[in-house]
């Protein structure tokens, strides 16, 4: 029987940066996200940080980049307010500071006109139950969205 060989640093660097790429390539992910998944795939701190390091070289883990790319995507396919994106980032592991920068540049007009075709879509949902109700159940519902209380007034005063 020969010597036993253990691995070094350098290889589980290696290794680790190869299965956070292959983790990537289903979608972008935050730089919290890979460092949990190497770390439940069993990397030691050092080997998760020097991949990670390369990663962020290689601009594969931006987390500026994914928050900004987040936001777009959620105000086309999955309407949200601000504090809703915001709070879905900072549980993506999002740096504060990135996600007010990326909240910033949402323009407001942007947000109520999709607050907006939400409120239609619920105040048409809810056209069964009488007025006082409706409009509760639309306001709701947009809170429930993460839409702030002002914009809510101001669309549900244009409805009725």
Known sequence: MGPVSYPDEGQKADEAYQRALRYL??????????????KRKGFDRGAIEKAIEKLKGYGFIDDRAFASSWVNSRLRNNPKGRAAMARELRQKGVDAEIIDEVMESVPREQEEAVANRLAQKYYERYREVDERERVYKTAQALARRGFDWELIQRIIRRLI
């Open 25 to 38: 390539g289903f979608r972008p992910r935050t730089q919290k996200e890979v460092e949990e998944y190497l």
